[in-house]
T-cell receptor, first 113, second 113 residues
């Protein structure tokens, strides 16, 4: 059973600080990774996707991927109270399971004004 | 900006009844998905659909579930005989060919009494 793991939190950071969210995955063949934000009662909203080892930056968000360690992270710079949400890490399966996207349990982030 | 839409937003049904959840994916997307999220739990993959057939399904997607693309725009999930444990948010998602990133609809909250 392929899994994606995350610390459930809650993670609390003060406004303006950097929030660091981590994720590990078990399917060594996975090539595509995603970070979604989910507000309570709402659907997941795509924030970032990453395919290559290293960093990928988009505004205040930076995704990092280390395939050797099977590790994905998301950094949120200058955290705002509106960033308070649950952050979901997801990966696509490998090979014939490519169409199967596995989500982690999510990390709850609270940004304190 | 095009969006995935889902109807109804909330469905209440009696145990043993059949329900059909409806989705309209983004118009140029060719890959369609259903996920569910039981309250307080993670987003779980149910099924993916491409070229008018199921491309991948999870162990949750048993004989009680079926999917259909009855016309050029709708994508439906049918649960034949609902159980109490089917109560969850059901999300539809889609992506275009050649792209990994999925976009989610707002969800249908299914309550089985």
């Amino acid at each position: 059973q392929k899994e994606v793991e995350q610390n459930s939190g809650p993670l609390s950071v003060p406004e303006g600080a950097i929030a660091s969210l981590n994720c590990t995955y078990s399917d060594r063949g996975s090539q595509s990774f995603f970070w979604y934000r989910q507000y309570s009662g709402k659907s997941p909203e795509l924030i970032m996707f990453i395919y290559s080892n290293g960093d990928k930056e988009d505004g205040r968000f930076t995704a990092q991927l280390n395939k050797a360690s099977q590790y994905v992270s998301l950094l949120i710079r200058d955290s705002q109270p509106s960033d308070s949400a649950t952050y979901l890490c997801a990966s696509r399966g490998s090979g014939t399971s490519y169409d199967k996207v596995i989500f982690g349990p999510g990390t709850s982030l609270s940004v304190i004004p | 900006e095009p969006e995935v839409t889902q109807t109804p937003s909330h469905q209440v049904t009696q145990m043993g009844q059949e329900v059909i959840l409806r989705c309209v994916p983004i118009s140029n997307h060719l890959y369609f998905y259903w996920y569910r999220q039981i309250l307080g739990q993670k987003v779980e993959f149910l099924v993916s659909f491409y070229n008018n057939e199921i491309s991948e399904k999870s162990e949750i997607f048993d004989d009680q579930f079926s999917v259909e693309r009855p016309d050029g725009s709708n994508f439906t999930l049918k649960i034949r005989s609902t159980k109490l444990e089917d109560s969850a948010m059901y999300f539809c998602a889609s992506n275009r060919e050649g792209a990994d990133t999925q976009y989610f609809g707002p969800g249908t909250r299914l309550t089985v009494l």
